[in-house]
C-alpha cells in the first residue's frame, strides 16, 4: 500500500436500512404508509384521448428521433398511435435510450402529459415498457420513498405487513357511525389494494377510504394538541396583577388613540397574566395594525411587578425598530429598556449582560443574542417573540429555560408568560389545525387616518414610466422604496440586482438622493442607512427584503416591487405593508417579467384584487399548502400528508369535536389512535 491511505468506497444501504430511513420499522408503520398517488396501467389510453395534467399510458410507435444540442443536450423522439403524435423528451439519457427508442419500434410508455412547445403533447422522461404486454388488474400505488428503494420492493413489504398485521380499530362502532366513517381494516386494504371500479374516486382522494385516513389524520393530530394544551395547563407562571399605575401614565402619555381591537386585545392579555398557568397567546394582526403598542403594555403590566420582560425578533433592523418604539414610549416612565444583539462590541455587550443580570433592565429587545448562555436574567416573567414562525422550537424553548432559571427559587417547574406575534395572518382552517393549542388574539382594525394603499400591476418594459412618477412624488415631498430580490448577479434567474439596480438609478435619477440596503452589509451599515431614509435624507431606497418585516418610515409613498412574479404572496404583502404608513395615498407597484406561469398570475391577481391580510393569508395557503405559514414551529414534522386544509374544512372541525370527547371519556382510544398515527413525533408538539 502507498503511504497515503486509500479512501474507502462509501458501502451502499441495505434495503432494510433504506426501509428505516422512511421511519417504517414496526407492521402499523407500514400499514399508514399510504400511496401518494396511482398510476392507472389498467388500460391503454389513444393519443387523442389525453389531457393535459393527468398521468396516462399509450402505445406508440416511434418515427422520428433526434439528439438535441441546445439549449442542453436531449434525446426528442416522436411517437404516433392511429390517433395523433406526441413528443417524448429525456433531458438525461444514455446510449441504450437511443437504441430503445429507435424508428420503427413499438413501445409502451406511461407518464404525465404536458403541454409541448413543438406539437400539442409531450412526456418528459415517460416510463417505457415492451408493448403487448398484459395490462395491471388493479390501479398501481405509488408510496413515499427513498433515494435506492424501488416501489416494487416497497409494494412488496407494506403488503406483507398488511397481511399478517390485526388491524383492530382505534374508534368505535358508535363514533364512526356518528361521522359517516368506514372500518379502519376497510380504509387501508382498499387503498392498499385498489380496485380499477373505484379509479376516480381514489385518484381525486373523494372515495370513503381516503376519508376514514383523512379523519384519523386530523383526529391524531388535534388529540396531540389537546394533550399539549392539558401538560401546558399544570405548568406554573407567575401570576402578575393587573397594572395600577404604569399602564395608566403610558395611556396618558401616548399621541394617539387605541383602536377598540387593541383595547380588546390588551385586556385578553392582562387577564392570561394574571393566571397561574404560562400564557400560550399567538397575536396575529394585519400589516400596520399596532402590535408593538399592545407588546409595550404586556411589558408594563410585567414591569411593574417586578418581572423582566424579553422581546427577541427575528432580524437586527426589525429588532432595533422594537427597541427604539419601546424606549420612546416607556423610558419616560422610568423603565430601562435595554439592547442585546450580534453587534454590539464585546464590552458593550459584558455591561448590558450586567444590566440584565442584576435586573437593572426591565425590558431587553434583541435579536438570538438573547439566548446566548451569557445572558442571565434576574426574574424573567414575559417573553414575547416577534414573528414567532422564524425561530425555531429550539430557539423559543432556550429563551423559555431562561425564564425557569431566573425563577429557581420558585421552583423547577416554572415558565415565563409567552406573547408570540406574527404579521402575517393566519388563515381560520390553519390556526384551527396547526395552532388549536394556543389562544389567539387578533387586532382587526388599523389605527384611524391609514390610507388604502393601491396596488398597480406594470410590465418591466414600461420601467421608464416609473422612473417619471418617482421624480413627481420625490418633488411632492414623498419617499420611495424599490426592492429588487438579488444582491449579485445570477446567471440562471437573469434578475436585476440590487446594486446594478443602485447604480443605475443613482445615475437616471441624479440628482435625487437615492441609497442602497441588502443583507450582506453589517449591521453598523444597514442602521446608518435607514436612519437616513427615516429622516428624509435620502430620496429612494434601493433595498433587498431586509425591509419585509417592521420598517416604519410614514413619509414613503411608493413601493415599487422588481420582479414581483418572482415572490411569494405573504412577502409581496409584508412589502406592500411597508408604505401607507402615513396620511398621504400610497401605492404599491409590481413590476413583472413577462411570460407570467399561472401561480405567479394567481399572486400577482391577489395582490391586485385585495388588501385584507386575511384574504392574502388564505389564497396563499390555497397556492402554496401550509409549509410557510408554519416555519420552523413543526419542522416538517407535522404537515399533513393527507387531509387538505381548504378542501377538508369540515372533517377538521368533526375531528376537533371528536378529540374533545375521546380525551375527556376514552383516553386509552386517544392514546392509542395517537401512537398509531404520530408514534415517536408526537414529542415534537410538546415545543
Known amino acids: 500500500m502507498s503511504g497515503q491511505a486509500q479512501k474507502k468506497t462509501p458501502k451502499k444501504p441495505t434495503q432494510a436500512q433504506l426501509i428505516e430511513r422512511l421511519g417504517l420499522v414496526a407492521d402499523m408503520d407500514f400499514i399508514v404508509h399510504l400511496p401518494l398517488r396511482y398510476e392507472d396501467q389498467t388500460q391503454i389510453y389513444e393519443i387523442a384521448s389525453l389531457a393535459i395534467g393527468e398521468y396516462a399510458q399509450i402505445e406508440a410507435t416511434v418515427i422520428q428521433q433526434t439528439v438535441i444540442q441546445r439549449p442542453r443536450k436531449q434525446l426528442q423522439v416522436l411517437v404516433r398511435d392511429h390517433t395523433g403524435e406526441l413528443l417524448v423528451r429525456l433531458l438525461h439519457f444514455y446510449p441504450s435510450q437511443i ?39 388493479t390501479l398501481t400505488p405509488i408510496y413515499p420513498t427513498t433515494d435506492g428503494l424501488s416501489q416494487p420492493a416497497l409494494r ?19 363514533t364512526r357511525d356518528q361521522y359517516g366513517l368506514i372500518d379502519f381494516a376497510s380504509a387501508v386494504t382498499q387503498l392498499h389494494y385498489p380496485a380499477v371500479e373505484h379509479s376516480q374516486a381514489l385518484l381525486n382522494q373523494t372515495h370513503p377510504a381516503w376519508n376514514r385516513i383523512k379523519f384519523d389524520e386530523l383526529l391524531a393530530q388535534q388529540l396531540s394538541l389537546a394533550a399539549a394544551r392539558a401538560r401546558r395547563a399544570l405548568l406554573k407562571a407567575p401570576s402578575i396583577a393587573a397594572s395600577t399605575r404604569l399602564i395608566a401614565q403610558l395611556t396618558a402619555a401616548l399621541s394617539f388613540t387605541l383602536t377598540g381591537a387593541q383595547q380588546r386585545v390588551i385586556a385578553e392579555i392582562a387577564h392570561d397574566l394574571q393566571r397561574t398557568q404560562p400564557m400560550n397567546r399567538l397575536l396575529q394582526g394585519d400589516v400596520g395594525s399596532g402590535k408593538t403598542i399592545v ?16 422581546l427577541m425578533a427575528p432580524t437586527e ?105 406574527s404579521a402575517t395572518p393566519i388563515p381560520r382552517t390553519l390556526a384551527m389545525t396547526f395552532y388549536s393549542d394556543l389562544d389567539v388574539s387578533v387586532i382587526d382594525e388599523l389605527p384611524p387616518g391609514r390610507t388604502p394603499i393601491q396596488t398597480k400591476l406594470l410590465a418591466a418594459d414600461r420601467r421608464f414610466e416609473m422612473m417619471e412618477r418617482i421624480r413627481l412624488a ?18 440562471t434567474l437573469q434578475l436585476q440586482t440590487a446594486v446594478d439596480t ?8 441624479a440628482p435625487l438622493r437615492v441609497g442602497l440596503l441588502h443583507g450582506r452589509m453589517s449591521a453598523t451599515e444597514k442602521n446608518h442607512v435607514m436612519d437616513l431614509f427615516r429622516s428624509a435624507e435620502l430620496d429612494v431606497l434601493v433595498a433587498t427584503t431586509v425591509i419585509e418585516v417592521g420598517v416604519d418610515v410614514p413619509n414613503a409613498t411608493i413601493m415599487v416591487i422588481e420582479h414581483a412574479e418572482r415572490y411569494g404572496l405573504a412577502q409581496l404583502h409584508q412589502l406592500r405593508g411597508r408604505v401607507g404608513r402615513g396620511h398621504k395615498a400610497s401605492f404599491c407597484i409590481l413590476m413583472y417579467q413577462n411570460p407570467l406561469s399561472a401561480i405567479a398570475r394567481e399572486r400577482l391577481r391577489a395582490m391586485y384584487e385585495t388588501t385584507d391580510g386575511f384574504e392574502i393569508a388564505r389564497r396563499d395557503l390555497a397556492i402554496r399548502g401550509p409549509g410557510e405559514f408554519l416555519g420552523v414551529r413543526q419542522s416538517g414534522q407535522m404537515l399533513l400528508r393527507f387531509a387538505n386544509l381548504e378542501q377538508d374544512s369540515g372533517l377538521i372541525l368533526q375531528a376537533k369535536e371528536c378529540a374533545a370527547h375521546l380525551y375527556q371519556h376514552h383516553p386509552k382510544q386517544a392514546a392509542a389512535h395517537v401512537q398509531r398515527w404520530l408514534g415517536a413525533k408526537e414529542e415534537f408538539l410538546r415545543g
Open 99 to 137: 437504441q430503445l427508442f429507435a424508428e420503427g419500434a413499438t413501445l409502451r410508455l406511461r407518464g404525465e402529459v404536458r403541454r409541448g412547445f413543438h406539437t400539442a403533447l409531450e412526456m418528459v422522461h415517460p416510463k417505457v415498457s415492451q408493448a403487448g404486454m398484459p395490462l395491471a388488474q
Open 317 to 421: 433592523l426589525l429588532a432595533e425598530q422594537h427597541q427604539q418604539k419601546l424606549s420612546a414610549w416607556l423610558s419616560p416612565l422610568g423603565i430601562q429598556v435595554d439592547w442585546l444583539s450580534g453587534s454590539l462590541t464585546p464590552a458593550q455587550r459584558r455591561k448590558a449582560n450586567e444590566r440584565v443580570a442584576l435586573g437593572q433592565s426591565h425590558l431587553v429587545v434583541g435579536t438570538q443574542a438573547l439566548i446566548q448562555e451569557s445572558v442571565q436574567f434576574h426574574q424573567l416573567g414575559l417573553v414575547i417573540l416577534d414573528e414567532q414562525h422564524r425561530f425555531g422550537v429550539e430557539q423559543r424553548l432556550e429563551l423559555s429555560r431562561k425564564g425557569t432559571l431566573s425563577m429557581a427559587h420558585l421552583g423547577s417547574d416554572w415558565l415565563p408568560h409567552q406573547l408570540n406575534m
Open 502 to 509: 443602485y447604480e443605475q438609478m443613482a445615475h437616471e435619477l
Open 156 to 174: 412488496k413489504v407494506i403488503l406483507a405487513a398488511l397481511e399478517r398485521t390485526d388491524l383492530h380499530d382505534t374508534l368505535s362502532v358508535e
Open 474 to 491: 420625490v418633488q411632492e415631498g414623498q419617499q420611495v422604496y424599490w426592492v429588487c430580490p438579488l444582491v449579485e448577479e445570477s446567471e
Open 295 to 310: 407588546a409595550a403594555f404586556a411589558a408594563v403590566q410585567a414591569i411593574e411587578h417586578g418581572f423582566q420582560v424579553a
